[in-house]
């Protein structure tokens, strides 16, 4: 099992150009979740997909939009980028059943938007 | 909103110390979730905490849920090298949302 996967590992944007981070999970999981880190603060979340199908905001929505394509892949999507965006971007999954809402992480996306 | 406050925001270790380290809520969380994140990577699952008053151990870590609902506690004994990183602890409030704390740092003293 690879768990969580995430594409690219790091992606370099001039502001307004678009592009779309690629998130799998091959643990059957319902839940998908993006978040944002930025340096010395905690995980926000930008969006979350509670089971195919659905989904919706999380904290900090502003400037971006998501897909939940099938169980497996969860993409968030940046439009027109700006420089606030520049962050370390994480996708996780979880079970979210019989009372269980650990979550599992991929290993990030490094963007910077010049 | 809901706030969670984790203390302290950062902390140099010793080899072979013990290490404590807490979150508290404003509000009642029914899980407490316990992650640590190496340089680079993404947060791992350390400890899952259910129920009131538990008390979880994996190797040297252990962690507590309060009896109040509103805090919990991760202590690592004898600590060793590889322990530093940033160690994140998160609660599920009421509306089955992951509520996260600002992380612990932990440094190497030199």
């Known amino acids: 099992n690879a768990g969580v996967t995430q594409t690219p590992k790091f992606q370099v944007l001039k502001t307004g150009q678009s592009m779309t981070l690629q998130c799998a999970q091959d643990?059957?999981?319902?839940?998908m979740y993006w978040y944002r880190q930025d340096p010395g603060m905690g995980l926000r979340l930008i969006y979350y997909?509670?089971?195919?199908?659905?989904?919706d905001k999380g904290e900090v929505p502003n400037g971006y939009n998501v897909s939940r394509l099938n169980k497996r892949e969860f993409s968030l999507r940046l439009e027109s980028a700006a420089p606030s965006q520049t962050s370390v971007y994480f996708c996780?999954?979880?079970?979210?059943?019989?009372?269980?809402?650990?979550?599992?992480f991929g290993p990030g996306t490094r963007l910077t938007v010049t | 909103g809901q706030q969670l406050n984790q203390s302290p925001q950062s902390m140099f270790i010793q080899e072979g110390e013990d290490v404590s380290m807490n979150c508290t809520s404003s509000s009642i969380f029914n899980t407490w979730l316990w992650y640590k994140q190496d340089p680079g990577e993404g947060p791992v699952l350390l400890i899952a905490l259910y129920k009131a008053g538990e008390l979880t151990s994996n190797g040297r870590l252990t962690a507590q849920f309060g009896i109040t609902r509103k805090d919990s506690f991760l202590n690592i004994s004898a600590s060793i090298p590889s322990d530093v990183g940033i160690y994140f602890c998160a609660g599920r409030d009421s509306n089955y949302q992951l509520i996260w704390g600002a992380g612990t740092k932990l440094i190497i003293k030199p």
């Open positions: 996780a999954s979880s079970p979210r059943d019989r009372g269980s809402y650990e979550q599992y």
């Open positions: 997909s509670a089971s195919e199908g659905t989904t």
């Open positions: 643990m059957n999981h319902n839940s």
